[in-house]
């Protein structure tokens, strides 16, 4: 089992950043990839960005310039800067883990972005 813990949400406003982190703890080997989703209220949830073992990275049309994933893998944690926030990344943020054909999500972190 993986168990995934975000931090770093909260209240910002538009034009800001935020830097969400997520920690992956318990049988962390053989995870090949990490990254981000999200969901709005009404919305279905969207993969945000995503980065494999091997460094490579996805993302959102919506997000790209924007935010930023990166990986810590010595202490299996994944980032995401995300800079020029505006109202519509108001969301839920939900952190991915993916291990073999399995996968693993956290509780979540709310992102809330005033205009």
């Known amino acids: 089992q993986v168990q995934l813990v975000e931090s770093g949400g909260g209240l910002v406003q538009a034009g800001g950043s935020l830097r969400l982190s997520c920690a992956a703890s318990?049988?962390?080997?053989?995870?090949?990839?990490m990254g981000w989703y999200r969901q709005a209220p009404g919305k279905q949830r969207e993969l945000v960005a995503i980065?494999?073992?091997?460094?490579?990275?996805n993302y959102a049309d919506s997000v790209k310039g924007r935010f930023t994933i990166s990986r810590d893998s010595a202490r299996n944690t994944v980032f995401l800067q995300m800079n020029s926030l505006n109202a519509e990344d108001t969301a839920v943020y939900y952190c991915y883990g993916r291990k073999m054909a399995r996968e693993y999500w956290g509780r979540g972190t709310q992102v809330t972005v005033s205009s």
């Open positions: 980065i494999t073992t091997g460094g490579t990275t």
């Open positions: 318990g049988s962390t080997f053989s995870i090949n990839a």
